[in-house]
Each structure stands twice: as C-alpha cells, then as structure tokens.
Nanobody, 125 residues
Framework: QVQLVESGGGLVQTGDSLRLSCAAS????????MGWFRQAPGKEREFVASIRWIGTTAYKDSVKGRFTISRDNDKNTLTLQMNNLKSEDTAVYFC???????????????????WGQGTQVTVSS
C-alpha cells in the first residue's frame, strides 16, 4: 500500500507556472504507475497525466506542451510542472497510483487504486 501527499498548489495568474509535488510513502514506489487527476467545481474528476516506472508518459490533450509529469524513484516523488497556466486549469489536483509497472492510469478514475488528498490550484485571469 502507498500513501500519497500532494503539495505546491496555490493562486497564480494566467500564463504563470506552478510545480506540484506528490510524496509517496510505503514500499515499492518504483513498481507503481503514477498519475495526476483534477476536479473543477461542479465537474467530474478528470485525467491529466500519467507516468510508468520507466518514464513512459501520457497527457490530456489540453495540457500537452504545457504540463510535464516526472518521477524520482529514488526519492519516492512525483512532480507535475505546469506552465502557461489558463483559467480552465483551475481545480483541485490529485496524485494517483496503481500497482504494476506496466499498468495504465486514466482516463477513467476506476483505474486508480490510491489517491492523495488533493491540492488546490487557482488560476486568475
């Protein structure tokens, strides 16, 4: 089992950058497929990005070229670098994990086994 704790959210302006981090505790971080989801007020939780242990990544179309997901298996951390933020990026961002180095996370939330508590990102125009 893994516990996930996000950090790095905040209030920024359109065009700014923000870096989210997720600290994972528990054994076997490198064997988990990791990801980020987000949930805006009144909307369903949606897939943002995922990364497998070997570094294979996937992104939601609307964040491609602006967001970068990465992981450090030695430090048990997951990162989401968000550049050129837009108002529509405003949401609570959740760190996600699923066992298995070749597992798939997203786009459905049912693909996720473990969730963090979320961190708020607000982009002001």
């Amino acid at each position: 089992q893994v516990q996930l704790v996000e950090s790095g959210g905040g209030l920024v302006q359109t065009g700014d950058s923000l870096r989210l981090s997720c600290a994972a505790s528990g054994r076997g971080f490198s064997t988990y497929t990791m990801g980020w989801f987000r949930q805006a007020p009144g909307k369903e939780r949606e897939f943002v990005a995922s990364i497998r242990w070997i570094g294979t990544t996937a992104y939601k179309d609307s964040v491609k070229g602006r967001f970068t997901i990465s992981r450090d298996n030695d430090k048990n951390t997951l990162t989401l670098q968000m550049n050129n933020l837009k108002s529509e990026d405003t949401a609570v961002y959740f760190c996600a994990a699923t066992r298995g180095p070749l597992s798939t996370i997203g786009p459905k939330t049912s693909t996720v086994e473990y969730w963090g508590q979320g961190t708020q990102v607000t982009v002001s125009s």
